[in-house]
């Protein structure tokens, strides 16, 4: 399988790297969901 994202955690919690495929490459950030109420909420946004 091929690897698409590069993710480095921060000391926040914060996942931060780069999207990468044949047409895009752009910086993502998945930031944890603090606000999560219940179980079936995703835990990053």
Excluded at 10 to 28: C, F, Q, R, S
Aim: glycine fraction near 4%.
């Amino acid at each position: 399988m091929a690897t698409i994202a590069t993710l480095t955690q921060k000391a926040d919690g914060n996942l931060e790297g780069t999207l990468a495929t044949l047409n895009v490459t752009a910086p993502i950030a998945l930031v944890p969901n603090t606000r999560k109420a219940k179980d079936n909420e995703p835990d990053y946004r």
